[in-house]
């Protein structure tokens, strides 16, 4: 019987990218950063060129709404759990960025429904890090 000072041997620990279910998790991790890095970066000028001054107050209230609304999104997912969070949050982010980015193709949205897409976009985003923080674990 060992005390309690003693320590036990381990496994070797499994390098992570030896695992399939890691290099998906990795692979899809680097896609979503590659797209953020393009909406934080590309849009807010596409923005400003159509709307003008306009966007960026959109979204700094865009921004200002979804960081009051994240502790809800945080309690939300400690009560029902990371995965519905984390898949519906991803699914809200893209579909409202693809509407906002059909609409550029397309003309103008109304300033409100612009305003409400980047609320959606900003809150989606909260609600899959917030539940991809709490899933990494898993």
Not at 87 to 97: P, R, V
């Amino acid at each position: 019987m060992q005390s309690d000072n003693e320590t036990r041997p381990t496994a070797a620990e499994v390098p992570p990218l030896s695992d399939a279910r890691f290099r998906r998790f990795a692979a899809g991790n680097v896609i979503n950063n590659v797209g953020e890095t393009a909406f934080v970066g590309v849009a807010p000028l596409l923005l400003v060129q159509v709307y003008g001054p306009a966007a960026v107050a959109l979204s700094v209230v865009a921004t200002a709404v979804s960081g009051l609304l994240a502790p809800f999104v945080g309690a939300a997912i400690d009560m029902r759990g990371w995965r519905m969070f984390f898949y519906i949050g991803l699914a809200a982010q893209s579909a409202s960025i693809l509407a906002v980015v059909a609409s550029l193709a397309v003309g103008r949205l109304p300033l409100a429904l612009l305003g409400i897409l980047l609320v959606v976009n900003a809150t989606a985003s909260i609600s899959y890090l917030s539940a991809w923080k709490v899933g990494l674990n898993e």
